[in-house]
Structure formats: C-alpha cells, structure tokens
C-alpha cells in the first residue's frame, strides 16, 4: 500500500471539482470516511483526459445512512440499487455512484449475494483486477492493496488473488479481462488468467446475452482490440462469443484505413463470410440480444454486396441511392479492408457519400392515380417500375418525362397485378 504522504492524485481535476467535494463532504460529515475507486482512480494515475468520466465512491456507511447524509446535505439519493448497496446522487449536473463497502458471501458464477463491511480492504479484495482495487481519499493519498499501480504502470492485467477463483463467482470476468487488457495491457498477458479463462471459457454459455454485449462492445471500441481478440481466439473465448472463425486480419486491414470505424462496423469486419459463418452475425445477434437498429444495420454489413471502390460514376449514384450515404461509406470501408487498403480508391468512395443527397422519384402515387391507376398492387408495381427505369437513367428524367414513361408502361401493359415483387430497383 502507499505511503501516508504519497498522494498521486491530488492534482487531479475530478477530485477537487466543488461538486466532488461537496458529495465527499456529505458521506463524512457522519464521522466516517469515504473514498472514490475503481475507473477514476486508475485512469488518474494514467493520466488520461477522461480521466472522472465516471466516478465511483465507497463508503462504509450503509445504504439507508447514506441517504440520509445525501439529503442532510441537499442532495437527492437515488436508490439505484440498495440490495447491493448503490446509492445515486447528482451534484453540479454531475452523476456519482455511492456504495456500501461489501464482501461476498456466495456466488454461483452469475449473481453474488453480498453482506456489508466497514474494511476497504475487504471490499477492495473482491474487486477483478488489481488495476480496479485502488482507492483513494479526498487528499488524493491512494490506496493499494494489490500492487494495481505497478500493475497498471507495467500494461499488466491481473486478476485479484487466485484467477480460477475470481472467474468462478463470476463468469463475465473472462470477457472483463480481455476488455481491459485491450485497453490497459501489453503482452505478454498474463498466463494464470489466461489459463483460467482457457479452463472457463464454455461457462460464458450460462450469462445473458446482454452482459454479454456490453463487454465485447467496449472492446472492440479499444483504440486497437486486435492484440486482445486474437488472445481471446487462441484460447478458446471468442468461438464462445462469435460462433466460429472470425477475419481478424480483415478487422488488421479496417483499422489501418478507417481507425475511427465504430464498434458495429468492426464487429461486420469480423464476421462477414468468408471466413466468418453464413450465419454467424445472425446468431451473435440473437446471442448478444442486439437491439432491433443494431441487429438490422449489423446483418445489412455482412450480406449486403460491397460496392465497387472504382466504379463509374453513375454506378456509384445507383449504389448510393440503393444505400443510403452511411450504409454506403461503412460497406465501401469493408471492400477496402478486403481489397487490401486501395486508400485513394476508398477516399474518393468516402467523399461522394458525403456528398450524397436522397433522390425522389419526381412522381408520386398521387400523379398515378390521376392518370387513372387504381389503388392497390398494380398501382405499386407501376411506381416500382417507374423508380428503375428513372434509377437507369441516372435520376436524370424529369416529372414530365416520368409521366410520360408512365403512360408508355400503362399502354404496353408492361405493369400488371404479378408484377410488383419484381420490381424493385
């Protein structure tokens, strides 16, 4: 543990912030102290800019005393979870999470049930990884019981006390440690925790899907998941999670062309065929219960044909118009990960998208049912019809000139009841 004088933090502009202040001073004015722990703390001793993002306290009052103090003081308690001791207060717009220091009395590798201490070392004890164990006061003085500050110094993720053990209260522990290591670590990983989650890996079948999302997607946001991933393909946890072989070297090749690619477009590098499944994006999105938006635009960039980087103009527009300037642009970034980074290609791609406006059919069905369409299927079929010819053209015919093509289809009873499933552009 740090010396009594040692106080890394004290600079940090999180701490001495009123609204921290004011939060500290409510949960000690009962006598008791209070310490902020787990991100605020170890990304203040790295120094990073979002560094308080979120931030944390523990503190040995229980749940119903905190509340008490909160409102004591003039802050609002936010019971967001008083089984295990997490009180919510909101100060100077700022959120903070409030929780009683626990220990564990049993786990069944999904759920723990907890019991109230008054020990920070206890309660630091049941934490994941060293590099999370740390806490510190209203002085910035830090306290580390585990050693997390040379730990985090070195890029070295470390479980707390035994690896097998920690991942058996909790199999999402296994995905946390590839998550902060793509954040965090430096290889060589760490080869007790890497065995333990090698032994544990078939267990993530047991979680629900959505802790389940929530852990890959924060590491595949990881400014380069790829050193993670590939630890998690060779020991056995990706399959778990993705359902077979996954591109890891078209997800190489993505990063390198477009490093701002979000998420989502990373997780379609990795499983679009080949080598990915047929099947496998759907079934990560069953498993890890997308949501429906998520679910729709993670499917449409695994199957969707990747457009031509070089391709004539007007082909360009079709595709765009087929698209849609976002769509657009994050399949064009696929084709250039699979065309191995053609950069001014994919530059030229990216810029007509963002130049791309919709196009509308100058006609409507309104203008069809003056010329005497009825309402229905062959109304529908004609404006099908009429969009592709217009598409063809390169957007080109005029009001007019549609209307008049509309004519033309009309009176060689091109259109007719059968026609409007095959009709679209």
């Not at 912030?17 to 902020?36: C, N």
């Not at 089984?83 to 999904?110: K, N, P, Q, S, Y």
């Not at 201490?117 to 580390?144: E, H, K």
């Not at 790829?226 to 999670?241: I, Q, T, Y």
Request: some cysteine.
């Amino acid at each position: 543990m740090a010396a009594a004088d040692d106080r890394p933090l004290a600079g940090q502009a999180w701490l001495g912030a009123p609204a921290s202040r004011k939060v500290l001073a409510a949960l000690e004015a009962g006598g008791r102290p209070a310490r902020f722990v787990g991100g605020c703390v170890r990304d203040g001793l790295l120094g990073l800019p979002d560094a308080g993002g979120e931030l944390d306290l523990a503190t040995p009052e229980p749940p119903e005393r905190v509340i008490g103090l909160l409102e004591a003081a003039g802050l609002p308690a936010i019971p967001t979870g008083l089984a295990h001791g997490t009180v919510t207060t909101i100060a100077d717009g700022r959120r903070f999470e409030i929780t009683t220091l626990r220990r564990d009395v049993a786990c069944d590798g999904r759920h723990a049930e907890v019991a109230f201490t008054d020990d920070f070392r206890v309660d630091a004890a049941r934490r994941d990884f060293t590099i999370n164990a740390m806490s510190c006061d209203g002085a910035g003085r830090l306290y580390d019981y585990f050693g997390g500050r040379g730990d985090l110094a070195a890029g070295r993720v470390r479980f707390v006390g035994d690896a097998a053990a920690r991942i058996g209260e909790d199999y999402l522990r296994i995905l946390r440690f590839f998550r902060f290591f793509a954040r965090y670590g430096r290889e060589p990983a760490d080869a007790e925790a890497l065995a333990a989650c090698r032994a544990a890996a078939p267990e993530l079948r047991r979680l629900a899907g959505e802790r389940i999302q929530a852990e890959m997607l924060k590491l595949l946001k990881a400014p380069d998941p790829l050193p993670a991933l590939r630890l998690m393909a060779a020991s056995g946890v990706l399959g778990e999670v993705a359902f077979g072989p996954v591109a890891l070297a078209r997800l190489a090749d993505l990063l390198a062309i477009a490093p701002a690619s979000d998420a989502l477009i990373r997780l379609a590098a990795l499983l679009r065929p080949p080598p990915a499944a047929p099947d496998a994006a759907e079934r990560v999105a069953e498993r890890w219960r997308l949501a429906n938006r998520d679910a729709e635009r993670l499917l449409a960039l695994t199957r969707e044909p990747l457009p031509r980087l070089r391709a004539a103009p007007a082909a360009r527009r079709r595709d765009l118009h087929r698209l849609g300037g976002e769509r657009y642009a994050d399949l064009a970034r696929i084709a250039a990960a699979d065309a191995g980074r053609p950069g001014a290609a994919l530059a030229d791609a990216l810029a007509a998208a963002a130049a791309w406006r919709p196009q509308r059919l100058p006609v409507g069905g309104d203008d069809l049912l003056a010329l005497g369409v009825p309402a229905g299927p062959r109304l529908g079929a004609l404006l099908a019809a009429l969009e592709v010819w217009w598409v063809e053209r390169d957007f080109a015919p005029d009001r007019a000139a549609c209307l008049a093509e509309a004519r033309r289809l009309l009176a060689s009873g091109a259109v007719d009841h059968g026609s409007a499933g095959d009709a679209g552009p």
